[in-house]
């Protein structure tokens, strides 16, 4: 059973799950994990050959690829060595950071786009006009610089075929934790640990967003909501029905908590290159309306928060160990016609 492709909010917010990022039907654990890496990678790969008017959409493509494979590290992270594990999620984490200036400069734009929408109809006519165009040129400029930067954009192709290449060679046979020293046994005992400290990490850093509300502390917390978001995506088939609406609050939190961090950044560059709003009331008022903004952003998010780690890391543990045990009944008996899978 898939997941259908488009799920919509109450606030019109259209969420996608692609079915080739689920554990398939009878799929082991060990095959789904692996499948969806190395597609993941190749699809990052692939990006960048596509023109340069697809530039900005390749390197937001390729950092979604590599945030999905991290998530599903973490969610298999006790099926690996300890050794692997941490080689494979830095290896990641720092492709992505090569992209990362690239990224911002897009986001910060939209981020001044967002401000502009919102509180448009009480501002006079061309306010922030100026900034945003500004913004927009320095936006231009990083992406262009980037596209011309061959050694850096071969280095990330480069690190995306050399894990394909590693990942390629992963077991997936039920023993091979005993003949190879590592393996993904397909069982709710693999990914239990990680499911159950993804969890209980986003938990406890909202509790430290809310008690210390700094930047920092909430682009932590957007972090470890991102990676349950992926990890809800994958094991979404255990129960469409419930395990979606997680993924679906999920991606809103997201959402308001990455509206969030791009304002914190704009907000940052601008006190530091005064110059990008070169008008000094226009500035003030704009640092005005993004604290406003941003208050109203961090209230929503704790709303969603709430909601998402209501229970304690245990039950939400035991919850979904439930649901993979349900899932083995319905495979070993085989009740497709009833349509309880």
Known sequence: MTVPATYQTTDSLHVDFDASLQLGYSEPLAVGVKRVALEQ?????????????????AVHEARKSVKR????????RGELTDRIYRYEDMALRDTGKMLASPRSSVSVVSAAGVIKD????????????????????????????????????????????????????????????QVYGMGIRDEYAAIAPGLHATYAGGRGEMVTAYSKPTDPNFHQWRKKVKYLRHQMEFLAPLWPEVVVGTAVTLDRLGFLLGEDHDLA?????????????????????????????????????????????AEK????????????GSRRLALDASLDTLAVY
């Open 313 to 324: 890391p245990g039950s939400f543990q035991g919850r979904f160990g439930e649901y993979w």
């Open 69 to 76: 494979v991290r998530s599903l590290l973490r969610l298999v």
């Open 118 to 177: 919102l509180y448009g109809e009480f501002l006079a006519d061309g306010t922030f006009d100026e900034m945003i165009s500004r913004l927009a040129r320095r936006r231009d400029v990083i992406q262009l610089q980037t596209m011309e930067d061959p050694a850096l954009v071969v280095k990330v192709v480069r690190n995306l075929e050399k894990a394909h290449g590693r990942y390629s060679t992963w077991p997936t046979d039920p023993d091979a934790r």
């Open 265 to 309: 950044e704009l907000t940052t560059l601008l006190r530091g290159r005064p110059e990008l709003c070169p008008n000094p009331r226009e500035r003030s008022l704009f640092f005005a309306l993004a604290t406003q903004r941003r208050a109203e952003l961090k209230v929503a998010a704790e709303i969603l928060g709430r909601r998402v780690y």
């Open 41 to 57: 990678f190749e699809l990052a790969a692939a990006g960048f050959f596509d023109g340069e008017d697809l530039f900005a959409e």
